[in-house]
């Protein structure tokens, strides 16, 4: 498949669970060796749209299409090419390193001539060689994280579907988790990876916002960033909690949200309100450190559509 | 269906059996420990049952064959009581099982040769000790009064044989002394063989519970490896409860075993396929570990028990049960360990059996794959 094209494409895509509409219309388009991120609040439809493209579960309606293979009728077909990583630790707790990987590389029909040389390549590229006869059940989060990521990559799948894979890891694992995605997308695996962190969004070719069911936004991080109405005005203050009570009530102030002592308020216009914002703290007494316009994040540019869907 | 996947999955399920402890007791000690257990209860013979004795006739004959009746270690002879009131009362605190009443005229009746009056009472709540009471009663008063019209008739100067006119002698076949263990523990080699078909049925949701399932189902794995990749090491397991059990039963609790122990063996492992495959059934419509546990109790274990003619005779049962009996795979084991055990038939008798086993077997592994599809929810 000539990279460019898209791998996974999906026309109205629905699925629906006892009266609820988990994925709603989904047209998704993704090229081959495109790192995609998929975001969303929970129950958005993330996990249900990585299950039905890794042939898990029955479309309700609209088609998939995955390596060119109908999802609903060749989803057998689709199988050995992709790799799919659920997003609870799903190996055996009760086997060792090693035992897990030769499990799926059986399953994989991995050609056992390079089976030896493709473990010892994985474990490596995990970090998992000194820990190759220790028990699943018996690895730290970011350990089982990185196995069941040798697992999805035992019989190098040319499409990775990563159901929030960093989710209740520590800070320096996911970022270790990360630089192992990056080189796989610069040897040009696809990778559709779902995650609740918008640094890790920012860190994707192009990302999917999903709200109920809907792909709402779909754009490169940066054009997300930039399109959002709103700017930003960074407010560093001792009494965060006056402030905030007194800033929300504002004209202007579109959302508050807190980080540590600093408040980032989503204002229609910085340039304007800036000067009122700073009259008004001192009108009202509140002593603060800085206030200055700040650029606009992934984090605030997806909590803001997330509001603006709400309402 | 592929060798290697197949192989895969049965490496992996053996692991987990030896990793586990609770598995590997499940699978091993269990089946040894319950046919231990039961096999020990049903030999221990009903003794010393205790019976009240009410004497209107307080002779001399009626005081020897009270002596004569409670004589040995059947029966034992609580107490003598004076009223139907009394017995009643004893019946009810369960202190006795039987009472016998001796009428009035006991001794001149058996005197003069006419009906002999006596009754005995039973607890119907009980009716395994007072039947036994019963017929342990029945029969001595039986030699009792034999006994003593023999003596009358011959000091009349009669024959004693004249009043015999027919001599019926029953013979038992197979199990001579018809002791219940010699016929119920080869029955209940098929409950404890089956048993780890529990073990089967919680392999599966335990993948489903803890999201394995889930990866399984996103590889190229199809359905029957899957299937008959975790049935394997099961299967093996049986095998070698097949030798073990029977040699518990032979040896501890002298059950004879007549037939071959080869064509014991071969249809003991068509019989361990059928029965784990309706464990598979189980564990595929089965979404938890507790529903899969109940399930198995309600269609293998109880259903075991009770209606595979092991306790109670099929023919006895309605008709739509003895169908229900038919598509369980111990009714057919149940024929099999009876003909190897006891009668000591071979394949010429025990070939339908095992056909039924072995077919019994693949329809309940087709129908396991045909409704376990690689899709959740």
């Known amino acids: ?311 | 269906m592929s060798l290697r996947h197949l192989l895969a999955v049965t490496r992996k399920e053996i692991l987990h059996i030896f990793r586990d402890r609770m598995t590997l007791f499940l699978v091993f000690l269990a089946p040894a420990l319950l046919l231990f257990i039961m096999a020990y209860a049903l030999s221990v013979e009903i003794q010393h049952i205790p019976v009240a004795v009410l004497d209107y006739d307080r002779s001399a004959v009626s005081r020897s064959f009270i002596q004569q009746i409670t004589a040995g270690e059947d029966l034992e002879l609580h107490s003598q009581v004076n009223s139907i009131h009394e017995i009643n009362n004893l019946l009810m605190r369960g202190e006795i099982k039987a009472a016998l009443v001796i009428g009035p005229s006991f001794g001149r009746d058996l005197q003069a040769m006419r009906g002999i009056p006596i009754q005995i009472i039973i607890d119907g709540t009980e009716p395994q000790s007072g039947g036994f009471a019963m017929e342990h009663i029945s029969r001595r008063a039986e030699e009792f009064i034999n006994q003593s019209l023999s003596t009358q008739i011959e000091a009349m100067g009669g024959s004693s044989n004249s009043i015999r006119p027919i001599d019926l002698r029953v013979r038992t076949w197979y199990n001579p002394g018809l002791e219940p263990k010699v016929d119920l523990v080869p029955g209940l080699l098929s409950i404890v063989l089956g048993f780890p078909a529990l073990s089967v049925a919680l392999t599966i949701s335990h993948e489903r519970e803890h999201g394995t399932l889930e990866q399984l189902m996103a590889t190229p794995i199809s359905r029957p490896e899957l299937l008959l990749g975790k049935m394997i090491p099961y299967i093996l397991v049986g095998m070698v409860n097949a030798i073990l059990l029977p040699v518990i039963a032979i040896m501890a609790f002298d059950i004879p075993f007549n037939g071959s122990f080869l064509l014991y063996f071969m249809l003991t492992c068509i019989f361990i396929f059928a029965v784990l495959s309706m464990g598979i059934i189980i564990g595929v419509f089965m979404p938890t570990q507790p529903a899969a546990l109940a399930l198995s109790f309600l269609l293998i274990f109880f259903p075991g028990f009770f209606l595979t003619g092991i306790f109670f005779p099929i023919a006895a049962m309605p008709e739509i049960v003895r169908m229900e009996s038919l598509a369980l795979p111990g009714t057919h084991y149940a024929i099999i360990t009876r003909g190897t055990f006891l009668t000591g038939v071979g394949l010429d008798v025990l070939w339908p059996y095992g056909v039924m086993l072995f077919i019994l077997g693949w329809v309940f592994v087709a129908i396991a794959a045909l409704f376990f599809r690689k899709k959740l929810g």
């Open chain 1, 1 to 311: 498949m000539p990279s460019g094209s898209a791998i996974i494409e999906t026309h109205d895509l629905v699925r629906d669970f006892k009266g609820t509409r988990a994925v709603d219309s989904l047209n998704l388009s993704i090229p081959g060796g495109e790192l995609f991120g998929l975001v969303g609040p929970d129950g958005a439809g993330k996990t249900t749209t990585l299950r039905l493209l890794a042939g898990l579960l029955d479309i309700t309606s609209g088609t998939a299409e995955v390596m060119g293979y109908d999802l609903a009728k060749q989803a057998e077909t689709i199988k050995p090419l992709i790799g799919y990583m659920a997003q609870q630790f799903s190996l055996y707790a009760d086997l060792s390193v090693v035992e897990n990987l030769k499990f799926f590389a059986d399953l994989y029909d991995v050609p056992r001539s390079e089976l030896s040389e493709r473990m010892e390549r994985l474990l490596l590229f995990a970090g998992l060689t000194e820990f190759k006869d220790r028990r699943g059940g018996n690895l730290s989060g970011g350990m089982q994280k990185k196995l069941a990521l040798a697992c999805t990559l035992i019989h190098q799948p040319e499409i990775l579907l990563l159901d929030e894979p960093t989710t209740g890891v520590d800070p320096v694992s996911r970022r270790e988790f990360w630089d192992i995605l990056n080189e796989l997308h610069l040897n040009g695996t696809t990778i559709l990876v779902s995650t609740p962190y918008m640094d890790e969004a920012d860190r994707c070719s192009r990302v999917g916002l999903m709200y109920n069911g809907r792909m709402v936004v779909c754009d490169s991080p940066q054009h997300i960033r930039s399109s959002i109405k709103a700017e930003v005005i960074e407010l560093k203050t001792d009494d965060w909690q006056t402030a905030h009570d007194m800033l929300k009530q504002r004209p202007g102030v579109m959302e508050i949200q807190t980080y540590g002592e600093s408040l980032h308020l989503l204002v229609d216009s910085a340039e304007e309100r800036l000067p009122e914002i700073e009259k008004a703290l001192l009108d009202q007494g509140i002593s603060y450190r800085g206030v200055r316009k700040a650029t606009t994040r992934m984090e605030e540019a997806f909590i803001s559509l997330i509001r603006q869907m709400e309402s």
